[in-house]
């Protein structure tokens, strides 16, 4: 497997880069070794991993993964190919999800932590949560949602829930019962829960009455309400809301409980004391949950994942990439309500056996030295999080770390590329030059890694997330399907050439998308039921180095990722497009020191209508509203009209060139392109005068926004 190992020429590249290169993407670094101690103790050191996994090995390899999990019936076929692209892992094999992050554990390490959760008030003590705990909240709220709610195995349960314990107990409650749980980010509004819950045909919500961000106690139940009122848009009614509380006894929320239909979970809890609620043996086929994310269109994305091959996947991938062991006390500081925390807070560390831990609100409160005051007091030494994150603390507390007493041997980033200044920061600061760092590349739809160094065996490049992982093969093609080399320093659309257990189903309710979306642009045959004829197109763009190591340029489709979270244009396009004064919308991505990217809005007004503070400050509450504020607006820009093509469409690319002061290319083509020097002194006089101006580019940004909008 070449792209596994590093060749001679690549091992000396450091500082000479071919002009090719340096025209696309950011300079190439050296490598950087992970320490002796960290090799002598690491799950995976023998090179010969590798040969495991070859592709000559594929798809038996990942039989290594799925020994790591206890199975009721093992399975009969590995993978099965007979419907492409909706392949199947481990078909005859029966287990339960909860049953291995919970039960198989207590035997040997019944009253050790599973979950620490530390909330964000810092005078409110953490929580330690043991398996045997665990184990007796599981399968009371699996009694709850089976005996109250009266769900069973195939129903789909939405949770909107923020960074509480409740939340991984109501996950595994789920998994116990084979119920298809769809966790809907905490920060998103009720409308965006709303279409979710409509979307997968919820009949129960599970949620909470507030929780801590920022120093703020956030209502979080009136959500509920705004949520339930959206689904019953699209006709979906919902019998029951089960609301957690905060703090016991009291309730966080200005909005009443509606009679009948909300119950306080610690109101009906009693009845379940104790109550044991038997694992349901499930097909390894049968789907564990949904996780929905932005698209090109503006209809979310159910992604289902499965039972027996993810569960697999993120065990596998927690245990070598992660180099989990169950004494190691682990900190993904992601969010559950993404696919990070599903698969590496949840699913893999209890799968292993580990302590899992779980902070509640903001990493920066009340002050940058939080995380590392965490870190030492519960003795972290595992420690995950993404480049946003790494960015703010890093502005915001650069000499924090070094004040703390704690030691990391491993860290992990995720979510974005990562610029190798900050890269930097993260080894040196941080990890005291002590741990090592995996830049893992994936995606919600992959269930976990698919690009990382491996971590005792392959040196770290700072900017990019090393070759692909065990079983993995990627090929990066061009428009024309034309394979583009490593070593080319040309970029083009990563792939990856084979299915792994951890690749989602299908989109819940959408499989012509599905197969549309990830598998048409690069499919040989569509009457092939030969896996190598169906390559997965990720989506992003990328380039390989001689060395086999891979970086991840960005999205090729309308998906802006603020902040590690992907927001589709359109979703944002209609959030604009409620308010009444508002006849179009259009959202490009602008760079951001912090966030990677944000949001700008453009947008033109019905006839006879002036610009106003007050439409732009309604663009801004409509998308808080339908979206939630992690989307929200950098800018509103309301100018006459949009530049156009002569069809009519309008043309997102050179308004991204003008928002951040790139290359408009041509215009000439346009119906009305003496619009676009109006729009250019407009918006970019504006961003001098507010101190907005960015930096230039870097070439590869300059391709980002050139490419922006052709999606469409
Ligand atoms: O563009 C890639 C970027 O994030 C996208 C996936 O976003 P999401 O589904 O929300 O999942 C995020 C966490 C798994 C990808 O298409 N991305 C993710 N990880 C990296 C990355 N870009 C560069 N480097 C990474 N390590």
């Known amino acids: ?41 690491a799950n995976a050191s023998d090179p010969g991993i590798f ?13 290594e993964y799925a020994d790591l999990l206890s199975w009721d019936a093992y399975w009969h076929t590995t993978l099965d190919t007979s419907n492409p692209p909706f392949w199947k892992w481990f078909v005859g094999g029966r287990l339960n999800a909860s049953y291995n992050c919970v039960d198989r554990h207590l035997e040997h390490s019944r009253n050790k932590a599973a979950i620490i959760w530390v909330p964000e008030p810092e005078e409110e003590s953490t929580q330690a949560i043991t398996y045997q705990e665990l184990y007796r909240r599981v399968n009371e709220f699996a009694a709850v949602l089976r005996d109250f709610c009266g769900l069973k195995t195939g129903d789909r349960v939405t949770f909107h829930m923020p960074m509480i314990p409740e939340l991984p107990v109501a996950m595994l409650a789920c998994a116990r019962l084979g119920v298809i749980h769809s966790e809907v980010f905490g920060g998103f509004s009720g409308a965006a829960c709303g279409d ?85 043996s499930m097909p390894a086929e049968a789907p564990l949950f949904l996780m929905y ?44 309500g993404w696919i990070t925390g599903h698969s590496y807070i949840v699913y893999g560390p209890l799968s292993l056996g580990t302590t899992t831990v779980m902070y509640e609100g903001v990493p920066t409160y009340p002050d940058p030295g939080r995380p590392w005051r965490i870190a030492e007091r519960l003795g972290v030494n595992i420690f995950h999080t993404a480049p946003t994150t790494i960015r703010m603390l890093r502005k915001l507390g650069p000499d924090e770390p070094a004040k703390y007493n704690y030691h990391f041997k491993h860290m992990t980033t995720v979510g974005e590329p990562i610029e190798p200044e900050v890269w930097r920061w993260y080894h040196e600061a941080v990890g005291k030059g002590e741990a090592v760092i995996v830049d893992t590349w994936w995606q919600t739809e992959n269930g976990g890694f698919l690009g990382s160094t491996l971590p005792a065996v392959h040196p770290m490049k700072p900017g990019s997330c090393g070759p692909s992982v065990l079983g993995i093969f990627p090929v990066i093609y061009d428009e024309e399907r034309k394979e583009v080399p490593a070593g080319s320093g040309r970029a083009g659309n990563i792939c990856i050439r084979n299915p792994w257990p951890g690749i989602f189903q299908t989109i819940w309710g959408q499989p012509e998308r599905f197969v549309q979306t990830y598998y048409e642009k690069y499919c040989a045959d569509k009457d092939s039921k030969d896996w190598r004829d169906w390559p997965y197109l990720a989506g992003d763009g990328a380039l390989q180095a001689a060395d086999g190591y891979y970086r991840i340029l960005g999205r090729i489709d309308d998906v802006i990722n603020v902040a590690g979270h992907r927001l589709g244009t359109k979703e944002l396009e209609s959030a604009a497009l409620t308010v009444n004064e508002i006849s179009e919308a259009a959202a490009v991505p602008v760079i951001d020191e912090l966030r990677g990217r944000a949001v700008e809005m453009y947008v033109s007004l019905k006839p006879g209508l002036s610009p106003s503070e007050d439409i732009q400050q309604k663009v801004v509450e409509a998308i808080d509203r339908e979206i939630g504020k992690i989307a929200r607006p950098k800018s509103v820009w309301i100018v ?15 308004i991204a060139g003008i928002s951040n002061f790139a290359d408009v290319g041509d215009v000439t083509t346009l119906a009305n392109p003496e619009i676009v020097e109006d729009i250019r002194h407009y918006v970019q006089s504006e961003k001098v005068q507010r101190g907005e101006e960015p930096r230039p580019l870097t070439p590869e940004e300059e391709e980002e926004i050139k490419a922006f909008g052709k999606a469409e």
């Open 1 to 41: 497997m070449a792209e596994q190992h590093l060749t001679e020429s690549s091992a000396s590249d450091s500082g000479q880069v071919s002009e090719s290169q340096i025209a696309v993407h950011w300079r190439e670094e050296g490598y950087y070794f992970p320490s002796a101690r960290f090799i002598g103790q």
């Open 51 to 63: 040969d495991r996994f070859s592709e000559e090995r594929f798809p038996e390899c990942f039989k």
């Open 196 to 280: 979710r819950i409509a979307d997968s045909g919820s009949r129960i919500l599970v949620t909470v009455d507030g929780y801590y961000r920022n120093g703020d106690l956030i209502d979080h139940k009136v959500k509920a309400d705004e949520a339930l009122e959206a689904a019953a848009k699209f006709g979906q009614e919902v019998d029951k809301v089960l609301v957690f509380k905060r703090h016991p006894g009291q309730y966080a929320s200005q909005t009443p409980m509606v009679e009948g239909r909300d119950f306080f979970v610690d109101d009906i809890i009693g009845d379940y004391r104790n109550k044991i609620v038997e694992p349901i």
């Open 293 to 336: 994310t932005s698209g090109t269109t503006g209809r979310p994305k159910g992604c289902q994942h499965s039972t027996g091959g993810y569960l697999s996947y993120v065990t596998g991938t927690a245990k070598y990439y992660q180099d989990i062991h169950p004494e190691d006390t682990y900190w993904c500081a992601a969010d559950i």
């Open 640 to 654: 006459a009209d949009m530049p156009k093509t002569r069809s009519g469409k309008i043309m997102r690319r050179v």
